[in-house]
């Protein structure tokens, strides 16, 4: 073996130097990881005599009201409520200030998981509805009535303005019910909520003790009884517990939370999709099989293909695990499902996914990773135009804490991170332009701790830069 001379050892110590620099170069141009100051302990659950979760008063009173969109345009919608005395009435009466009052006659059904036996759970879908236009409505015509109110969306059309508001993880702490005050007094006002999954977390409680199904409906209802919820299924939704003989996923979840699946022509009601205003919604399953020749593969293989970016120029999906996040925990649990779908987001310039899980916050860069194949050995997400932004908002509140620990550096592809609580809004002003602003619990309502102005991946598809306005 030749020895090297000490020349040559400085230029070999040189290249190494110099490669070492140049890695670090490239893994920490990372975006900002905020320094804001926070409390990380939990703050528990809110006890189940708060007044959040307190019962309506009235024998049989309609409980846990809530509507979601109800077909694919936003002219019909799905209003659901718990009786508990008696299964009472499916009807719901409805009405605006143009029309008469109507009936929609619905459904109820019930559910046992393991010890508990839920109460008389009604869906009504109501239908041919008024665009833009305000309706009130009446649940449990008969004993105790309650009335309510929404206004439907406008038309769906390219330059439509609408405002949706972002929540994940929501759960039941004192920090839930912070989020959620923040979000209702946000002046820049939700229309519609994109839930990125895990409602409850009854599954977290003894024997998933569902009971934690009926206080977070009560609790939810301030909000979700006057403007749609669209929803996500998440990991807290499975309530798959074999050691309690409890055997079927979803089963709390799809008892008590309906989503118009079948007008998206999905066979199931995990993943479906939704046009609301100028937006084109598809909802993921992480939680479903996503692998090729799977339903969900088949569904969203066609799904994409139907999307008219003239119609309806914004492309969001929403799932609960992320693709890309950089905190400790959850880490790559995304990925598998990335690596089937990437190339299709990027393909259809998908502008913005929506995911949970996470407790924390954070907002990517637009960047794919698709170039990878098994021997090629690319394995670096790179700047791309065509890529949607990627942002997890799973700070909703949840009963576990934030999560605080990142992985270090933070990557070139992660834009803003920080373990707080809050919610987001996406507030679309027409085809080319979106307004995008995080919500931090502990900041005035006006406040946006993070913002983004997205420019439209179809209609206008340069360059974008983030406002930076970090507090
Ligand atoms: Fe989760």
Redesign the pocket.
Known sequence: MAKMGSSSREAAAIVVVLGFVLSLAVVCNGGKTSSFVRKVEKSGVMPLDSDVFKVPPGYNAPQQVHITQGDQLGKAMIVSWVTVEEPGSNTVLYWSAYSKKQKSEGKVTTYKFYNYTSGYIHHTTIRNLKFNTKYYYVVGIGHTERQFWFITPPEVGPDVPYTFGLIG?LGQSFDSNKTLTHYELNPQKGQAVLFV??LCYADTHPNHDNVWWDTWGRFTERSVAYQPWIWTA???EIDFAPELGETKPFKPYTHRYHVPYKASGSTAPFWYSIKRASAYIIVLSSYSAYGKYTPQYFWLEQELRKVNRSETPWLIVLM?APWYNSYNYHYMEGETMRVMYEPWFVKYKVDVVFA??VHAYERSERMSNVAYNIVNGICIPVKDQSAPVYITI?DGGNLEGLATNMTEPQPAYSAYREASFGHATFDIKNRTHAYYGWHRNQDGYAVTADSMWFLNRYYNPDNEFASAQHY
């Open positions: 993880d999954g895990d998440g990991n807290h609960h949970g899980h799973g």
